[in-house]
């Protein structure tokens, strides 16, 4: 499976992390300086980053869920699933499905508990 993990902050690097141990191809992008697990290829842009990919885990923070949709939709491939694992409102999960919408992928709203 190939995988792209948007956000690599706490939650985001260690999903790409463990994923990596699990043995899939994970490539994460972040527009900040965070640190990139090893095993995880870095991209440049959240459309380069889901290039590819079969799932697609967004682990951005609310304020940024929609603009990273967006950006990743124009790469993401039709065959994939968005995962959104953001915590925000039922609108914004709408907002962030119709972002996505014109690529043809699924999207899922993923809830993260402790």
Known sequence: MRVA???LGEA???YA???VAAGWVVTGYDPAA?????????????????AGADLVLSL????????AAAEAAAGLPARACYADLNT???????????AVRPSGAAVADVAVLA
């Open 88 to 98: 925000g409102s039922a609108r914004l999960k709408e907002q962030v499905a119709e």
């Open 5 to 7: 993990v948007l956000g």
């Open 17 to 19: 992390a463990d994923l």
């Open 60 to 67: 951005t923070g609310a304020r940024a869920a929609v603009p």
């Open 34 to 50: 965070a640190a990139t697990p090893d095993g995880v290829r870095r991209a440049g842009a959240a459309a380069e980053a889901v």
């Open 12 to 14: 985001g690097r260690h």
